[in-house]
């Protein structure tokens, strides 16, 4: 408390009184008996309390003692209180004796009372709280935290402490990392052991990153409490461990981002009095709002911390998706000494005194400096009034900064123009001159200009807009620098990221943000460290070029590259590209291709790569190319990224190069989006907590096979991203992936610390084969013959009776007939049509769902029924998946329905394009479906003929076909949002891929120009919904564990009951080149599954033609794919095939032997038209 009082940090903070627990609240752990008789340690003599202190482990006693405890525990709940009710952000508790050993029944390491475990409790009972997180960064393993919640999901303990195989105390094997937990809590207990000293702030913060983290996102905790034990800081003779003052803020400040900053500090160990003070009152500061510190460098995570983390990886892999995608490269071969820990051996007084220094340096008066001039908009197209980059993006975020008052709080810097001298920093003179030269051009001369560059419009105003966008940007980059401010952000156009040395490019002319670093370097006086990361949905290939050789700047850039199909089409922007001469392993490029990225695929990018390498790099200045064209709804993107990920990634990197870091504005094209997002970082900035991301899918399988190639190249460079997980060697094969609890061998038995046996079942030493546990959030009841998982939230039940484990629930506005015949004569478990192949549109109606159909009335709202399916999924046919998006941006959350459960209604297809055949063969198919929905009489469609057709009437000059998901957002022929894509100019396809697409009937991309007229925002949204209908199917996610089942099954709003979804395979895939001939030993369409055994929707894989199960049953063919990166499988239930990288059905003549073989052995027949 004096170092805090002499820090002025005291002042600053809520002071809450202090009060002794109750015995209720001591009972809510302890049992009445032990709490008794520490109760009696109060009148006890010196030679009793010795005596009974000699019966426990590390403990001393003293007349005060229970006092203290009971002291230290109300003090705790006294914050649960506050912090839970929203009376303040977060707490500090300075208290003792510490608690993280007490068992329930007695004492253990200094310890009487276990504050946490009653503090998480009595969350739980007194405020409801439902999932807590607790945090245990203490040097000595809290082995009784883990003992009390080993068998509870509703608690995720995490604990990082000293091991070394044992060897240190507690001596317990528990402590180690293949103790998950039990029961109910298997996967919820997270041990980290380091088994050797000296483990520094490389070690601890990569730890969080790479495991605490992606799990804690996950996990979703609602509140965090954190033991924090000091005695791992840097001169605590107990721990021998060199985390500095700075480590201990940055480990806050990550925490900070979880349960919407509801996180409790509560004091547990740490002896050297003054690293301990400086190690609290570093954690206090970063409570308090004030900016995180630089690191010490080198930062270097030693190679045994790397092992133990990986460790752990591999022993939580089953339970947690954010550890599945982590590759199991060869081990980089190090030199000698490389692999040393990150602080260097300094004398311990050194290494404290520059972290103090660092910690506690003087700040700025001001938090956010920002800068917007109205005059940027001067900058327009004359020729296109709807072009994306129109001038009111600039003005929509500032309007939307005022409205949340986030413009009282910044400090307001002056704009000013960029000279022709400080653009020749990253520009040519020769450039820059015929810039400005288009001041005085006519219209007709302008227009000219534009066309030599690629997808660039100009003005007269053009050269002074840029020139204004940049000098306001140097203006924000001096006060930071000069101590004004402390961060910053800029809202500035036209953007600059793709403009190169001597050519303008993708809507820019002057790379502000480069030259905004040159500025910084020049302004400074020396080659200062500069990080720019690049989150627009475009490659940055301007600022790429500038900084490739040069080991002073660090560019990472996330991006959507469609196997450089996507702008700005080059190679360049390939995960491979690492930089040139003394640059190489400074530029980081992650592309995304094949899939819709968002909030799951982002945030994994940060922790897995992104941070890691920035901590290592330790930039003096961050800054941000910050385009939001990768947020939901903009129509250029096509990525679902949420302001809350935004505030997310820029809390994140607040944490680098001492809280200096400058937002800077590039794209972005919907102005909803692009406001909120924009003004979620400002908020973040000023020191605002980061919402709560709700629940994420799990990453894309092609967005983590990118992170991995991005490691996979990068490790070579950066020593944080040497992680090396492997697959354990299982002892008994025959048992692996069985549950401990299912093993009926006799385990051999080890020693715990409570004096009982504990065989290594217990332990849960599981394989990783595992599948991953029910979320937390789930509860289950017996009803009458069945199960029911309840929803927590209280917004859905599902029923599972002892048959089958699914029944769904479908909502109709009237009864449904319980048979159906429609023109196909479709039945049963019978394929569609070949005509309906040949179409390429997949429809699947399941007769016998339909017959086994019950009906119960229910007075809603025009008398509505509901229909229980009670048929079990075994004969399930898996189809795509329709994202109900919201279309208001403020309504973030995607709800995914898998189209084969909902109701037969309203057709809405996909074309397939530069095919006006495919056009009238789904036309016709609409109408089969027509005359299928006359004959039940609770389902309405209405024509979707003429809807496609008032859709291409919209403009003249649309493009009358649409393209696959995977593909369309990639090619300039489809307008888009009212406005043309970012184009490359005579842009063509390779004369391989043209040949390839004749052998293989291939659609190829459209030549991309820029003359393609523009379409109005319904259109979109229409075109949109269309594209959403191609999903998950046999899953990259599980839908049914992350989705509310009265959402899943008719019952959102945003849904219209009685709709028809068709799903449009792809004619063509890039991973098509994988499949395999048909094994010489055949088919097996009646083979289980390889890992588990179950007859229900098996799937084979094409390349190995290994059997595995689907996601409806325990997703064995989705693990089986993330291992070995095997995309295309086939349905034994239905003949269809799935592609896990494009995320869609694929129908292509290469795929035509295999589905011909299966269907002859499961029908004996050859399919229709198979020659």
Known sequence: MEKIRQYGLLERCVQVQARAATEDELLLVHSQEYMELMKSTQYMSEPELKSLADTYDSIFLHPKFYECACLAVGSVLQLVDKV?????????????????????????????????????????QNHGVERILIVDWDVHHGQSLQYIFEDDSSILYFSIHRY?????????????????????????????????????DADYITAFLQVLMPVAYEFRPQLVLVAAGYDSAVGDIKGEMQASPSCFAILTHLLMSLAGGKVILSLEGGYNLQALAEGVSASLKILLGDPCPRLAVPFTPCQSALESICATIMAHRPYWKGLQNFSA???????????????????????????????????????TALVYDERMKEHYNMWDSQHPELPQRISCIYAQHESQQLTEHCLRIPVRSATEEELQMCHSLKYIQTIKSTVDMKARDLHRQSDEYISIYLSPKTYDCALLATGSTFNVVEAILTGKAQNGVA????????????????????????????????????????????????????????FEDDPSVLYVSLHRYDHGLFFPSSEDANYDMVGRGEGEGFNINIPWSNGRMGNPEYISAFLRVVMPVAYEFGPELVLVSAGFDAAQGDPLGGYTVTPEAYAHMTHMLSSLAGGKVIVVLEGGYNLTSISESMSMCTWTLLGGTPPDLGRMKTPHLSAMQSISNVIGVHRKYWSSLRLQVTEPVAEDTSIQGVTPAQKTSPSPEVKSAEGKHRSSSELHMSPCTLSLPASPEQTIKQTDGSLTFHDLSGSSEQVVDDDSFHQMKLTHKSVMPTEVQTSEQISGDKEISDKIIASSVQIYVDQEHLQKSTVVQEPTEGIRATVELAKSLDNHKPAGQVTARMQSVGQRTEEQVPTDQLPVGQGSVEQIPGSQENVEQVTAHTVSVERLSAEVESITISELKSKEAKAREVSPNQSKTSTPFCMSESLSSVPVGGARQKVKSNASVSKESRIKAKEENEILPVAETEDKAVVSNPVFQEKTHQEELLGEATGWSNVLRSVPFCQLFGNDVSLESGTLYAVTPLPWCPHLETVHPVPSSGLNVLQTCSDCGTERENWVCLVCYQVYCGRYVNEHMLMHGLSTGHLLVLSYTDLSVWCYGCESYVHNKVLFEVQNTAHRLKYGEHMAGFN
């Not at 490389?338 to 506690?360: C, D, G």
């Not at 990361?533 to 940055?540: P, S």
């Open 491 to 546: 809202i500035v156009r036209p953007p600059g990221h793709h403009a190169e040395k001597n050519m303008a490019c993708g809507f820019c002319f002057f790379n502000t943000v480069a030259l905004s670093a040159r500025y910084a370097q020049k302004l400074m006086g020396y080659k200062m460290k500069v990080m720019i990361l690049d989150w627009d949905i475009h490659h940055g290939n301007g600022t790429q070029h500038i």
């Open 164 to 200: 070394e195989h044992g060897e240190f105390w507690p001596h317990l094997p528990e402590s180690d990392s293949q103790a998950v937990g039990i029961g109910r809590g298997e996967g919820y207990n997270i041990n980290i052991p380091w088994n050797k000293i000296g483990m520094g």
């Open 84 to 124: 839970v009710s929203a009376e303040i952000q977060n707490g500090l508790a300075v208290v003792r004796p510490p608690g993280h050993h007490a068992y329930w029944e007695k004492m253990n390491g200094y310890s009487m009372f276990n504050n946490l475990a009653i503090a998480a409790n009595y969350a739980k």
């Open 329 to 367: 490269d060869k081990p980089v071969e190090l030199e000698d000494g490389e692999a040393a820990s990150a602080i260097t051996k300094k004398e311990f007084a050194e290494v404290l005194q520059e972290s103090v220094a660092e910690v506690f340096r003087k700040l700025p008066s001001e938090r």
